[in-house]
């Protein structure tokens, strides 16, 4: 908050909301969360588990968080090809399981335009592997309500087209893929395996001191699809180690 008024001098208040009670409900359904104080300064990593280096060409990669991938028609505005969503990954391609990511710099560098940055990342050549197996729990419905204020005051026409009232409303409700759901890869080469781990861990390539990536199609923003990679072995491999 700012001190006084001051834009230029700031402090940290939050503690002061949680000073004798520390838990709190939210959400429609009154879920009851409990609040705990990080130590200041600690990284990202001492909360999170962060993805060991990887070797080998297999990939492993573990929800923390839920993520929603949409169902995506063809006949959408702008929309070549249709995707079924659901509990696949969106930059997964349906019909052979292909990786659609691109490998190398594909994060947004200081004071680049967004145009420029997505078509730089076109011409990045997708990592080299393959989605082979996915073991997904049942969804979680995500929804919300909305003040709507938004609509009232930029179109109020379309508010009335779509039968909507302009203060208040249920969101879209979506399934989202829960947290614990792990999704198996197998990469092409192993450099192919370090760009997919980079890509789908939560921290990218980094030791954990921010967050990085969020595979989430929506709701990224909010802390959807953040992920932690590992490998992985066939079972008849892990019982001849034994």
């Not at 001190?3 to 503690?15: M, P, W």
């Not at 505005?77 to 990511?101: K, M």
């Not at 011409?123 to 204020?149: C, M, N, Q």
């Not at 990469?187 to 890509?199: F, I, K, M, Q, T």
Request: glycine residues 12%; aromatic residues 6%.
């Amino acid at each position: 908050m700012k001190h006084q008024g001051e834009s230029n001098r700031v402090e940290e208040r939050i503690g002061e909301l949680f000073k004798r009670e520390r838990t709190l409900v939210v959400g429609g359904q009154q879920r009851t969360c409990a609040v705990e104080p990080v130590n200041s300064g600690a990284l990202l990593a001492s909360v999170l588990p962060v993805g060991p280096k990887i070797a080998g060409t297999r990939v492993r990669w573990i929800l923390l968080s839920p993520a929603v991938f949409p169902e995506i028609r063809s006949d959408e505005p702008r929309i070549i090809r249709a995707h079924p969503g659901g509990w696949l990954p969106n930059w997964i391609d349906p019909e052979n399981g292909e990786i659609l990511l691109r490998g190398g710099d594909i994060s947004r560098r200081p004071n680049e335009g967004r145009s420029t940055w997505r078509e730089r990342v076109r011409r990045e050549s997708r990592i080299g592997g393959k989605l082979i197996a996915a073991r997904v729990p049942k969804p979680v419905p995500i929804t919300g309500w909305s003040e709507r204020l938004h609509l009232a005051n930029e179109d109020a026409s379309l508010v009335a087209q779509l039968g909507l009232r302009a203060d208040h409303g249920p969101r879209a409700t979506h399934l989202a893929v829960p947290a614990g759901a792990v999704y198996y890869f197998a990469c092409d080469s192993e450099s192919a395996a370090r760009a997919l781990a980079g890509a789908l861990n939560w921290h990218g390539e980094s030791d954990g001191a921010q967050i990085l990536r969020r595979r989430s199609t929506l709701l990224g923003e909010k802390g959807f699809g953040l992920g932690v990679c590992g490998t992985w072995k066939f079972l008849s491999e892990t019982e001849t180690a034994r």
